[in-house]
Structures are given as C-alpha cells and as structure tokens.
C-alpha cells in the first residue's frame, strides 16, 4: 500500500452511499516524486469530505480501462489545515454553510497558521473573529466535532476489521454514538442496518474475541434463525425447538437450554421477538399482521357505498353493449361489489376473466366518477412481469408495488409511507397470491386510511417467496367479501390445459388428456435421455420470438436442473460464432443474442425482478453487458452482474405473473422436494396456447398428490378472526 498527502480540489462524482471519484491534488507520497503538485483521479469510500479538505490517503494506482490511472483508496485521514490557501479552501467548503471567503480570511487573518486546532482546543476563540454571526460560529464547532468523531470513528471500525466502505456506512447511522454502540453490542449492527448478514458481524466479533457463549452472539443468533426459518419456509412464526435445533447450527455451537431460554426471554423483554402462547414472531411480523388487521378490520367494517342499484346495472349494461361482452352472474357480481365494498377479494383460476374483470371495474369508474387525473387509481402487481402484463391487457397504467411506495434500493425503503401517503383513491392488486406479509402491510402504510382496495389473484398458484400467505389467510378468516369466478373465457372452453389445471386442484387427473389435441402434450424420459429429448421438442420451437417460449424447470440444481439446462440450451439456441462477443462471468459464459433472466430490482432502470430480455452487446475489454428488456436498454457493469443470468430456462417461482404462448416442463424425480401441487399448477398455468411436459409420469403423479410443502404457519387468519370474536 502505499501512501499520498494533499487535497481536494475536486469532486467528480458521489453516490448515496458515498463513493467518490475526485480529482486530488498531491502535495507529497512515498511513490514517485513526479506525482508531487500534480493532480490525480482518486476514487473510494469517504464520508463527510467535500472540496478543499486536505486528506491523507492509503490505497494503490491502477490503470482503468476506459479513465486511465486511478488511485483506489483503502483507508484515509483527514489532515488539519496548516497554510493559508488550504485554512480557507477548507472553511468555504460546502462543509461549512454560510462561510464564504471573507469570513474565512478573517478567521485566518485572526487565529493564524494554527486557527483550526485553537478553535477545536477552546472554541471561544471564535469570539475574536468579528465577522462572525452566533449560527457561524456554531456550524463551524458543531462541524469539526463531526470531523473529528468521524475520521477517528471510521479508523477504529476499521481497527476491529470492517473495511472503509462498511464502516462509513455505520458511522452514517449511528454518528457519534458509533462506538458506543460497537462496544456495548457490536451485532446491534446486525439488528439496525439490513446491508450486515450476521455472518458478517459474528465473524468481525469473534476476531475480537467475543466467546462463542456470549449472550450477546446468542441473543442475535436466535435472530438470525427465526429469519432463516421464515425465509426458507415461508413461516411468520416459529415454535422453540425449531429456533433451538437450527441456533445451534448458525452459531456453530451447543447452547444449553437454559441460556437459550435465558437469551430467548431477554429478547422478548427487548420486544424484537413476540411470544404468543407457544408461537414466537419476529417484532415486524407481528406489527406488520397487526398493521393488516387493523386496516382491513376498518375498511370492511365501514359502511358500503350507497350507489342507486339502477345506475350501476345501466352503466354495466351500456359498457358491455360497447365492448362486446357477456358477463355472467358472477362477473357482474365482482363489478357491482367493487363499487359497493371498501374491501374486495376477487379469485378464480385460470381462464376466468380475472383480467377482463379489472380493465372493467377501472373502466367504469373512470366513467362514473369522471376521473381525469388517472393518479386517482393504482392498478398494482407484486413483480415487473406481472405489472406489464395487466397493462398491456388493460390498456391502463399499471406498476410494480416497489415502484408505487418509490423503493430506495440503497436504504430498502419506502418514501411512499405512513408519513408521506398516495393520493390514490382506488387501488386494484393482481397476482395477490405472490404478495407476502412485509410488502402488503408497507403498501397499506403507504395508503390513506379510506382508499378502495381490491385483491385479485389465484389462491391455488404458488405463495410469495417472502415470508406469509396473505390472499389465503384473508380468504381463510371467512370474514372478508369474496367473489369467486369459476366460469372459463381465456381459451376454449374444452382447452387441455386449462381442463388439466383444474383436475390438479381436486387431484383427479385423467392422463388419457394427454396428447389428444393439439395444446397439451406429455412425452417420456428420464434423467439419462431428457437432454436428447428436449433438444428434439426445442429444435421445433426455436423460430418462437423469446417472449411467446419458455422452458422452466422446478429447480436449479441436480444435472438436468436449470443451471445445466441453461448451458444446454445456449448452445442449442445461441452457439459461438465469431460474430458474436461473449464475455465470462463466474462461471457462466454470456454472448450476444443471449436470452436472459433479471434477478433483482432495479426502479431506476424500470426493470425488475422476473423480467426477461436479451443480450444486445458485451464490451469484453470495458466489461460491460447491454440487454434490451422490451425496447427498455440498460447497460451493465461488473458491479452489478450477478443481477442477471441466462434465462432459457428459468425457474417455475421467477415465471409467477408471466404468460407465454408455449412452455415446456421438464419433470423428473430427481427434483425431489420441489414436486408439489402449487408448483406444478403454477408452471402448467403459465402456458396460453401450448404446454409440454417431459418426464416421468411418476414424477408428475408425485407432484400432484404432494400438497404437504405449500403449508406455511402464519397469525393472519387467526388474528383477524379473533378481531371479530
């Protein structure tokens, strides 16, 4: 490593999380002579550092690709201000409001060469410098007390082995109580701030040798379990011997029962974990099931809307004159209690009308209401896929839930809140099947106490991968309105597919439904011939646009999991050519032309976790991946990679809330565990024209009669029935 002196003359660029890219003027180093009152591209983790600062820094030149020499900086001091020049860059800094040039000349002219360490050592010395106002002189003690705690507070975190980004980040958050905190219980970090697994902080703990029995490791460690449980099961509670058997596993140790208990009780006389009988909940679980009861409570107890039943039936009768359309008892059912009820639950399968019940209801209200400003109504979804499938079906604006509430991806929060609240007066949901507990109780956060909500979704598809199972707690507390649709409309009404979805639901499959027409099909193979098999069915489709086909298997590992069929079906599809660049990224190589699939959330980009596209360009030498989302073109670099994979294949879960024309599904017992109803239906009911399964008829059989992992232990139907009682 090696070390610069100098100051900032500079700041390029700054991110929310204070990554810098300035242009640093070298005073002196103990590099090369010749970088000496030169200035230099400097780039890092600083906080609390504006132009005009003089900076020690630690760090290496590297050469960058596209901008050249760059020193990269792993640790840094701030340095006191000994000359003129730099005691005045210093105070007409954007550091310190209100101190212009004048005024820091004359705390200069009067305090001299050594003035920020007379006043740092006694402030009063302010006094002397007549220019200065009362606030003046407040920002500027205030502002080198922050300087001081800071850069001292950051070099110990990175003492105890937080590295500089990190340990800004907590001093962001706890300013001067930072140490305090640390010292008292270093895994509070683990508790406030999401960015810090507990892996990581036990790990920095027991370098400094927290023992393995300390109440402190264990309080966080049976924290940490109960998120495990909930996140790998779905589960908002939790009973004892669970948390105890997998403690023991986090913290790689054999607590006895009675400090389990002990640190078990503590949390609870803490309020992070609520005991209810024999239940333990994490602290945001049960306030957000508290947050839904409440709410819903409220809504469905509030009086129905007092519409004149003859205009409802007149404007329902006129719009299907003027659209073409039939609705049955039902549908007018779901279009007449959406005006009539504060809270709705509309449900059905598919092939239903769900959709067109949507577009229906904000089309009528629009009419009735004279709604202009369409910000009145939010038309929501829990993924990217299934925000822009509603829109392109309904022809009305629609959005993410995370675009809704305006997600911060930084801080993992929402600016549309209890303390800031939409405007939106009616608010339709769809995909409810795939909301979970948190999300739905921040999207109520983020509504006023009256507005209309209506969920619309399919009970029997998948859960959330979130922790909850909201659409059927609410459906299963029997307190709410809900209109179930049953009669069939997307496809004909003797569709295969949509008969074989059905038949999963009562678990009565006919397998002589296979292979009689031309939308449903299921061909044999096992683990050793299904490659050859799948090549033989994909070689058929791959004229398909990407958005019309689909592969999508249960899991990714195994050998024909999605993983390896991934490869497989690259180089089916997509094989190397000279023409086309590729780029290697762990171990996956990706070129152009490639199909992919978004991992995560990205609002500024306006992609989203589901989404689907396909590589336009890789830049090897730069490192940088283009890829067209539906005409949405966003570039990626190495710091954000692993936010995409390749997406011939792709997993049943990511495809919740997508439709495509033909889907083929592998289907073997080696997926094991990840046979089950849901997951199955899920898959099958993705397919609008054609849908091919591959596998072993046992393999099938297994999923269908397999409803024992869809079970999740939630408080939200009991809660809201007990509001009633």
Known sequence: ????????????????????????????????????????????????????????????????????????????????????????KFFTSDYFKGIGDTKALDIYETLGDDCVSLIKNDSSVLDQVKSLSKKNKEVIINKLNELDNGSDTILSLTKLGFDPKDAGVIYKYYKAETLDVVDKDIYQIYYDLEKFSFSKIDGIAKKNKILVNDKRRVKAGIIYSLNLLAFEKGDTYSYFDEIFNILRIVINYEPSESLFLECLNELIFEVKIIELNDKYQLIDYYEADNNIV???????????????????????NEYEKNNQITYDDKQKEAIKNAFLKNFLIITGGPGTGKTTIIKSIVSLYKDIFKVRDMSEIALLAPTGRASKRIMEATLFPAS?????????????????????????????????????????????????????????????????????????????????????????????????????????NKQEVDYTIFNKGEDLFFYKADSTNIKENLITIINKYKHLDYHDFQIMAPMYKTLNGINNLNKIMQELLNPKSFTK?????????????????????????????????????????EKLVTIDFDSNIVTFNSSNFNNFTLGYVISIHKSQGSEFKTVVIPILNEY???????????????????LILLGEVEAFNRSVFNDLNTKRKTNLSDKIKKRYE
């Open 294 to 316: 409440k709410r819903l409570t409220y809504l469905n107890n509030k009086s129905d809307y007092t519409y004149k039943k003859d205009l409802l039936d007149s404007k329902i």
């Open 672 to 690: 094991g565990r990840m046979l089950y109803k849901k997951l199955i239906y899920t898959g099958i009911t993705r397919s609008k024209n054609k």
């Open 400 to 504: 993410t839930i995370h675009r809704f509430l305006k997600w911060n991806k930084d801080t993992n929060k929402f600016q549309v809140n209890e303390y800031s609240k939409s405007d939106a007066k009616l608010v339709i949901v769809d995909e409810v099947s795939m909301l979970d507990t948190m999300l739905f109780a921040s999207l109520l956060n983020g509504l006023k106490y009256d507005t209309k909500i209506i969920l619309v979704g399919d009970s029997n598809q998948l859960p959330s991968v979130s922790p909850g199972e909201v659409l059927k707690d609410l459906i299963d507390s029997g307190v709410f309105k809900v209109i179930s649709l049953e009669r069939l409309y997307r496809q004909s009404k003797d569709s295969n597919i949509i008969d074989l979805a059905y038949s999963i």
């Open 581 to 621: 660049r590729e780029i290697l990224i762990y171990d996956t190589i990706y070129r152009e032309g490639d199909k992919v699939l978004q991992l995560m959330n990205m609002p500024d980009d306006n992609i989203y976790n589901g989404d689907i596209g396909v590589i336009l360009e890789i830049d090897p030498h």
């Open 1 to 88: 490593m090696s070390k610069i002196v100098g100051s900032v003359s500079k700041i390029i660029f700054k991110s929310e999380n204070s990554y810098l890219v300035m242009i640093f003027k070298v005073k002196e180093n103990d590099i090369d002579k010749k970088y000496n009152n030169r200035s230099i591209t400097a780039t890092g983790y600083l906080y609390d550092i504006d132009e005009g600062f003089e900076l020690e820094l630690v760090g290496e030149f590297q050469e960058h690709n596209k901008y050249g020499e760059q020193f990269n900086i792993s640790s840094y001091q701030k340095v006191i201000p000994t000359d003129e020049n730099g005691i005045i």
